[in-house]
């Protein structure tokens, strides 16, 4: 199915652990990106991709690593979960229009 | 940097009111793009519309219709006849160029419609 699909859906994981976000895109679209929505907060931009191999920083990129080896792939790692992390991540590609997957809801216990 | 504000954290009207929700941005380039996006109970990100910063035409889509301004930086959003499946979180976004990195979001305003 085309689209943009992210995964998992729900994780807990506990603090210190290392998690990995998957998210991934059909379109062939340059640019992606990972937020995260927090309440009061709306989404804010941690990291984003021009391209394979091209990434930087976006708004709040602290505890996050990504890396785009592959157009459609974008993953995203919290190299050692706090529980300020726990949030709803939301990963989108874009083509003028953003498109959004459903989202991934992380509790850090 | 860009930054937009959506002063409105949440609205509550009666089934067929109309409200308008707000939003205010800022931006230092004069190429720039508008979206507004629905977030329903569901959780997804719904697109809603996108404007560029040459088009000040206002839009009516149905019920949506949005009022672009460049003279007071405000792309604000109104919902006619209001109904309660348009209960949900609007954010309002701003981009400042076509392919640019960073689309920056404001912080959503929750809007619930009563029958």
């Known amino acids: 199915d085309a689209g943009i699909t992210q995964s998992p859906r729900y994780k807990i994981t506990e603090t210190g652990r290392q998690v990995t976000l998957m998210c991934h895109q059909t379109w062939s679209h340059s640019y992606m990106f990972w937020y995260r929505q927090d309440l009061g907060h709306g989404l804010r931009l941690i990291y984003y991709s021009a391209a394979a191999d091209i990434t930087d920083k976006g708004e709040v990129p602290d505890g996050y690593v990504v890396s785009r080896s592959k157009t459609e792939n974008f993953p995203l790692t919290l190299e050692s979960a706090t529980r300020s992390q726990t949030s709803v991540y939301f990963c989108a590609s874009k083509d003028g229009e953003a498109f959004f997957g459903q989202g991934t809801r992380l509790t850090v216990v | 940097a860009q930054k937009v504000t959506q002063a409105q954290t949440e609205i509550s009207v009666v089934e067929k009111e109309d409200v308008t929700l707000d939003c205010v941005y800022e931006t230092r380039d004069t190429t720039y793009y508008l979206f507004w996006y629905k977030q329903p109970p569901s959780g997804e990100l719904v697109f809603l519309i996108r404007r560029n910063s040459f088009d000040e035409q206002n839009e009516i889509s149905g019920r949506y219709s949005w009022n672009f301004q460049k003279s007071t930086s405000s792309f604000n959003f109104t919902i006619t006849a209001s109904q309660v499946v348009d209960s949900a979180v609007y954010f309002c976004?701003?981009?400042?160029?076509?392919?640019?990195?960073?689309?920056?979001f404001g912080a959503g305003t929750r809007l619930t419609v009563k029958p």
């Open positions: 976004a701003l981009s400042e160029a076509w392919d640019n990195n960073d689309m920056r």
